[in-house]
Structures are given as structure tokens and as C-alpha cells.
């Protein structure tokens, strides 16, 4: 039998307490989520939440716009003395914009329709609306 997989997504506030991160006993496999990193960098104790993160071994998945956003991400980390090839080494995936034609066929294998996308030449924009509808029930 396969690991569990715990997962956490923080928002992106300063982190107050030591055991935001449950202990781990070796039982399951540990991913945090940091969506949009460009707001992580930007917390107060942002090498406090990265020295957590690390010393427990946490998987870390991280999303960040190309452009602007990403040369602050580089800008502040060189800033705080941490390196972006240190917390991610070689996995720094670079998903470059689809044609529209290949985001209406995606739309179409998962039951989105057309209409209810707001693509704007990325993959994700042709969920959003659809995530966005299923928070809203989650919340409800």
C-alpha cells in the first residue's frame, strides 16, 4: 500500500506559530502549496516559513506569473539570502500559454463549456470560473 499524501496550502500571512506544520511521522508524504510565490516573498517572516518548510522535508509545489512577478520572486530572495535553485534545485517548470484551438478541446474533455472559460492563452484560465464555483459551494 501506497503513502498517504497530507497537503497544506497556507495563505500568504506571516507565519506566528512553530507547529503550523504538523510532525510527520514518516507515514505519509507532506506537500505545501504556495500559490502565487510572488506574495510569499513579501511576508515578514518569509525565511522563517521557508526554514519550516525545508527542515521537515515538505514538498514544496510553488506557482508564480513569468514577468514582473518573477523577477521580484528572484530580486527578494537574493535580497533575504536564499536561492531559488536551493528550495527548488532543477524543478522549475516554465508552462508557456496554449493556442486557443488546443484550450477549446481541452474545455471540451472536461465538460467545460466554451463560454464559461476566460482564457487568456493560459491553461488554468480555463478552470478558473469553474474552481471559483466550487469554492463558493464548499464555502456555502
Not at 528572484?74 to 484550450?103: H, M, P, Q, S
Not at 481541452?106 to 464559461?116: G, L, R
Request: proline share 3%; aromatic share 8%; with cysteine.
Amino acid at each position: 500500500m501506497g503513502k498517504s499524501v497530507n497537503v497544506f496550502v497556507p495563505s500568504p500571512n506571516d507565519i506566528k506559530r512553530e507547529d503550523f506544520f504538523p510532525k510527520n511521522k514518516g507515514k505519509s508524504i507532506e506537500v505545501v502549496i504556495l500559490d502565487d510565490l510572488n506574495r510569499f516573498v513579501r511576508i515578514g517572516n518569509f525565511e522563517k516559513l521557508m526554514a519550516i518548510i525545508m527542515s521537515k522535508n515538505l514538498v514544496i509545489v510553488a506557482t508564480c506569473q513569468t514577468g514582473d512577478p518573477f523577477k521580484l520572486v528572484e530580486r527578494i530572495l537574493v535580497e533575504k539570502k536564499l536561492e531559488l535553485e536551493t528550495i527548488f534545485g532543477e524543478n522549475i517548470i516554465d508552462i508557456v500559454d496554449i493556442a486557443e484551438a488546443e484550450a477549446r478541446q481541452i474545455a471540451k474533455n472536461a465538460d467545460i463549456k466554451w463560454e464559461d472559460t476566460e482564457f487568456d492563452g493560459t491553461i488554468g484560465s480555463i478552470f478558473l470560473k469553474q474552481i471559483g464555483r466550487a469554492s463558493c459551494r464548499e464555502r456555502v
